[in-house]
C-alpha cells in the first residue's frame, strides 16, 4: 500500500494560514474603522474653528441668504382718534424686503483659546420681493420723538412734567405725521432730534430717527466667543480651584475665570461658541451690570443682565441635545431670548431640531432673577413686552412677537387691525444638531411706542397706549447647495457608507478564518484513510479509456501491473 506524499499536504497548510491572516487582517480593519470612526474625523477637520478652516471661512462671510420683510402698521383712522370718538385702528403693510450680508471681520484667536471679532452687517433693499417702493408709499404714524419725550416725563416730577409739555408746544409738532415708508424705517427729520443731537453730541449721535436705523445701528462691537479649548480650560478651571495656566497673566483670570465661578453668574454651563464678552464686558451695563470690583456686584449681577453663556445666533455647540435651551442676543432686541426646543423634524433631507421662543421670552419679574432687571424703578411691563428704552436713548420702545403674540391679551384688545396667529407671528430656528448650524430661521419681532402722557391735552388720546410701529421677520430660507451636499455626506451617506465597509469587512474576515478552519479540518479527516492508485485506476471508468499513451502513463500507479480493459463491475469485497 502506497500514501499520499506529504508536499500537497504541508501546501495546503500554507493556504490555510494564508487565510487565516487575511480574514485577521479584515477583522482588524473593521474594528479600527469603529474604533477611529472616519466620519467624525472628516467632520472635526471640516468643522472646527481654526484659523484657515472650511468652518472659519463659511463663518467670516456666511454664504446664506438672510431676509429681513418689514411690516409697518398705518393709522387708517387718525381724525376719529384724535377726536376721542374710535379706538387706534391700525392697518398693516408689506412687506419690504431687504437682503442682510454680514462679516465677521478682525477676527483673532486669543491665547486662552477664545475669538474676538467685529459683526458688521449691512442691509439692501429688494423691490422684487417688496410690494412698493418705500421713498413713494406713505403712511400715517404717531410722532415717536413727541409721545416718547412726552412719556418720558411722565415718570417725572408734576413740576418736571409740566416745564416739558410747555418747551414742546412753541415747536408745534403734529401728534401723528404723515410720512414715507423709508422715513419711519431709515429716519425722518425731527426738531427734537436734532435739539438733542446738538446738545448731547456724544449722547444722541445721530440726525434723524428712524426705527431701523435705530434696530441695526450695531456699530462696530467687539465680540468674544469661547472655542471649545477655552471651555475645557474653564471647566478645569471650575472643578480645580489649583488649575492654573502660566501662560496668563493674572488679570485674564479675573476675567476670564473668577466671574463664571460667582454665585450671581447664569446657571447654565458655559458651551463651545458661545459668548464670553461684548465690549471687553461678560453683562449688560444698561440693565445694570456692574464690574465685579465693585462692592454691590454680587447683588446686582444677576443672570438677567449676565451675557456670558448666551450666543450671538451666527454658530451653537456641536451635538445638540432635545434638552437645550439656548440664549440668544442680538443688540436689536436688546436681551438675551431664550429659545428652546419644539420638535423634530428633516429640512431637504437632513434630520433638524426645530427651536422656538419661549413663551416667557419678553416676561419680566421682579421674583425672577433671568428677568428682574427689566423693570425699572420696580415697575415691570404686561406679559409679551420687553423694554427697549436703554437701548433707545430712553424712548419708551418695547419689543415683542407681532401683534401681541403670546402677549397679555389687553394689549391686543385695545387696538383694531391686531390678529396674532402662531404660523405667521411666532419666532422659530432650525438647527441641524451635530453640527449646530442654523439650517432655517424666522426670527420675528415687533416694535412699539410705550405712551403715557400726562398735562397734555392734545396728546390725551395717547395715554396708556402701546402702539405697534413695524414688525420685522429676519428669515433664513435656506442652505447653499454646496452645505446641503455637504451635510448630506457627512450625515447621510457617510455613516451608512462607513458601515457598510465595516460589515462587508468583518464578514469577509470570518467567511475566510471559517474557510481555513474547514480546509483544516477535511485534510485531517482524509489522512485517516488509507489510498491505493491501483484501486482507483482498475475500478473506475479511467478504464475504459481508450488510448495508450494515457493508459501507460496510469499503470505507473499501478506497480506496472497491466490495466485490463474491461467493464466497470463493483468490486466483491467477499
Known amino acids: 500500500m502506497t500514501t ?48 484657515g478652516s472650511y468652518l472659519n471661512r463659511l463663518w467670516k462671510k456666511p454664504p446664506l441668504d438672510v431676509f429681513i420683510s418689514i411690516y409697518v402698521f398705518n393709522i387708517s383712522n387718525p381724525e376719529a382718534f384724535m377726536r376721542g ?71 417725572m416730577s408734576t413740576f418736571a412734567a409740566l416745564a416739558v409739555a ?15 415708508t423709508h422715513d419711519l424705517l431709515w429716519g425722518y427729520d425731527d426738531p427734537l432730534v436734532k435739539i438733542a443731537s446738538t446738545l448731547l453730541p456724544d449722547i444722541v449721535h445721530f440726525q434723524k430717527l428712524g426705527v431701523l436705523d435705530r434696530m441695526f445701528d450695531d456699530g462696530f462691537d467687539t465680540v468674544t466667543i469661547n472655542l471649545p479649548e477655552s471651555v475645557r480650560n474653564q471647566q478645569q478651571a471650575n472643578g480645580d480651584s489649583a488649575f492654573v495656566d502660566d501662560d496668563l497673566p493674572e488679570s485674564l483670570h479675573d476675567e476670564y475665570y473668577e466671574d463664571k465661578t460667582s454665585p450671581t453668574a447664569k446657571s447654565e454651563p458655559i458651551r463651545d461658541y458661545s459668548i464670553d464678552l461684548w465690549n471687553g464686558s461678560p453683562g449688560l451695563a444698561h440693565w445694570g451690570y456692574v464690574g465685579k470690583d465693585r462692592w454691590d456686584a454680587n447683588e446686582r449681577n444677576t443672570p438677567c443682565n449676565t451675557l456670558q453663556g448666551s450666543y450671538d445666533g451666527s454658530v451653537f455647540p456641536r451635538n445638540i441635545s432635545k434638552k437645550e435651551v439656548f440664549q440668544v442676543y442680538r443688540k436689536a432686541f436688546c436681551r438675551t431670548l431664550p429659545i428652546a426646543f419644539e420638535k423634530e423634524g428633516e429640512v431637504d433631507g437632513i434630520k433638524a431640531y426645530w427651536f422656538s421662543i419661549q413663551e416667557n421670552a419678553f416676561e419680566s419679574s421682579l421674583d425672577d432673577p433671568y428677568t428682574s432687571c427689566y423693570c425699572r424703578n420696580n415697575q415691570c411691563l404686561p406679559k409679551g413686552l420687553g423694554d427697549l428704552s436703554p437701548c433707545w436713548y430712553n424712548i419708551p420702545v ?26 405667521k407671528h411666532d419666532a422659530v430656528i432650525i438647527m441641524q444638531p451635530q453640527l449646530g448650524i442654523p439650517m432655517k430661521a424666522n426670527i420675528r419681532v415687533q416694535i412699539s411706542l410705550l405712551s403715557n402722557i400726562s398735562f ?76 491505493d492508485p491501483r484501486k482507483s485506476i482498475r475500478y473506475s471508468t479511467v478504464n475504459m479509456i481508450p488510448y495508450p499513451l494515457l493508459r501507460k502513463e496510469l499503470e505507473k500507479y499501478g506497480d506496472g501491473e497491466p490495466i485490463r480493459r474491461e467493464p466497470l463491475l463493483i468490486e466483491n469485497y467477499a
Open 4 to 51: 499520499t506524499p506529504a508536499f500537497p499536504l504541508a501546501a495546503k497548510r500554507k493556504r490555510v494560514l494564508k487565510l487565516c491572516c487575511l480574514g485577521v487582517v479584515f477583522i482588524t480593519m473593521a474594528y479600527a474603522i469603529i474604533l477611529i470612526d472616519p466620519t467624525e474625523v472628516i467632520v472635526e477637520d471640516k468643522l472646527s474653528m481654526y484659523e
Open 166 to 180: 410747555a418747551a414742546l408746544r412753541p415747536l408745534g409738532m403734529a401728534p401723528i405725521l404723515n410720512i414715507t
Open 398 to 423: 418695547a419689543v415683542s412677537l407681532p401683534h401681541f403674540y403670546k402677549g397679555d391679551p389687553g394689549l391686543v384688545n385695545a387696538i383694531d387691525g391686531l390678529s396674532p396667529n402662531k404660523e
Open 85 to 155: 370718538e374710535e379706538r387706534l385702528r391700525l392697518q398693516e403693510i408689506g412687506p419690504y424686503v431687504y437682503q442682510e450680508f454680514l462679516e465677521h471681520r478682525n477676527s483673532t484667536f486669543n491665547p486662552n483659546g477664545t475669538l474676538s471679532f467685529v459683526p458688521v452687517r449691512r442691509q439692501v433693499f429688494v423691490p422684487e420681493r417688496s410690494i412698493g417702493d418705500p421713498k413713494e408709499d406713505r403712511i400715517m404714524i404717531p410722532n415717536i420723538a413727541l409721545l416718547g419725550v412726552s412719556s418720558a416725563a411722565y415718570r
Open 456 to 531: 397734555n391735552s392734545e396728546l390725551k388720546p395717547f395715554h396708556n397706549t402701546v402702539i405697534p410701529l413695524i414688525w420685522a421677520e429676519m428669515s433664513l430660507e435656506k442652505l447653499t447647495p454646496e452645505l446641503i451636499l455637504l451635510l448630506n455626506l457627512l450625515f447621510d451617506i457617510a455613516p451608512y457608507l462607513q458601515t457598510g465597509i465595516v460589515c462587508l469587512l468583518g464578514l469577509l474576515g470570518a467567511s475566510l478564518i471559517a474557510t481555513a478552519a474547514l480546509v483544516l479540518l477535511c485534510s485531517a479527516e482524509a489522512a485517516k484513510f488509507e489510498y
